[in-house]
C-alpha cells in the first residue's frame, strides 16, 4: 500500500529561524510530490515536485526532491508567525491513479 | 472569487440522519474529488469524477455513502444514516484534466454528529 511518512509531526520555532520539513514515501510508480498549507481551512498548494535535484521555490519557501532515496522537503526561511500551519506532503498513489496520499502533516507554530 | 466552493460550512446532526455535502469546483476543471480529514491526519481520499463519470472509490466509501456529480458540474456527496464515525471534515477538490495536475481545494464542510 502507498505510504507517504511526515516528520517532525510538531515543530515550534522563533520568528526569524529557518526550518525543514521531511517528506518520504513509498509509491508504487511514482509521479508526483506535492506539498500544501493547511491553516484553519483548505490545503493551499504549494508546489508539485516530479524531477529529481530541481528545487522549486517561492519566497521564502522552497523544494526539493530526491527519486533515489525517495524523500522531499520543504524549507522556509526567515519564519514569521504566518508561517504558523499544518505542512501536507501527498503524492498521486500507483501509477495512473489521480487519488492523493497524504502524510499526516507537519505542525509548525512560529513564536514571535 | 472563483475557488473551490463547499456549502454547508459546518453541519450538526444526529446520528441516524441522513446529510448532503455540495461542492462547485473551479469551473474550468474537468475533475473533482472527494476527501474526509479527521484531527491530526492528512486528507483521505475518498472519491473522484471526471466531468460527470465517477472513475475511483475507496475501500472507506461504504455503502452508506453516495456521490454524484450528474452534469458534470457541481457535485454532492450523501452520508446515509450517520454513525458517530462519520464526524470528520469532508473536503473538495478540483482539478483540470491532464497528467499531474495538482488539487485545488475548498474550506470543507465539518460533520458533527451527535
Known amino acids: 500500500e502507498d505510504k507517504v511518512v511526515q516528520s517532525p509531526l510538531s515543530l515550534v520555532v522563533h520568528e526569524g529561524d529557518t526550518v525543514t520539513l521531511n517528506c518520504s514515501y513509498e509509491?508504487?510508480?511514482?509521479?508526483?510530490l506535492l506539498w500544501y498549507k493547511q491553516e484553519k481551512k483548505a490545503p493551499t498548494f504549494l508546489f508539485m515536485l516530479?524531477?529529481?535535484?530541481i528545487e522549486k521555490k517561492s519566497g521564502r519557501l522552497s523544494s526539493i526532491l530526491d527519486k533515489k532515496e525517495l524523500f522531499s522537503i520543504l524549507n522556509i526561511t526567515a519564519t514569521q508567525t504566518g508561517d504558523s500551519a499544518v505542512y501536507l506532503c501527498?503524492?498521486?498513489?500507483?501509477?495512473?491513479?489521480?487519488?492523493?496520499?497524504f502524510g499526516k502533516g507537519t505542525k509548525l507554530t512560529v513564536n514571535p | 472569487d472563483t475557488g473551490v466552493s463547499q456549502d454547508p460550512r459546518h453541519k450538526i446532526t444526529k446520528r441516524g440522519q441522513n446529510v448532503t455535502f455540495r461542492c462547485d469546483p473551479i469551473?474550468?476543471?474537468?475533475?473533482l474529488y472527494w476527501y474526509r480529514q479527521t484531527l491530526g491526519q492528512g486528507p483521505e481520499f475518498l472519491t473522484y469524477?471526471?466531468?460527470?463519470?465517477?472513475?475511483?472509490k475507496s475501500r472507506l466509501l461504504s455503502d452508506r455513502f453516495s456521490a454524484e456529480r450528474p452534469k458534470g458540474s457541481f457535485s454532492t456527496l450523501e452520508i446515509q444514516r450517520t454513525e458517530q464515525g462519520d464526524s470528520a471534515m469532508y473536503l473538495c477538490?478540483?482539478?483540470?484534466?491532464?497528467?499531474?495536475?495538482?488539487?485545488?481545494f475548498g474550506d470543507g464542510t465539518r460533520l458533527s454528529i451527535l
Open positions: 477538490a478540483s482539478s483540470p484534466t491532464g497528467a499531474n495536475q495538482p488539487q485545488h
Open positions: 509509491v508504487t510508480n511514482f509521479r508526483s
Open positions: 516530479t524531477s529529481s535535484g
Open positions: 501527498a503524492s498521486f498513489s500507483q501509477g495512473g491513479s489521480e487519488k492523493l496520499v
Open positions: 469551473s474550468e476543471h474537468n475533475r
Open positions: 469524477f471526471q466531468n460527470e463519470a465517477q472513475l475511483e
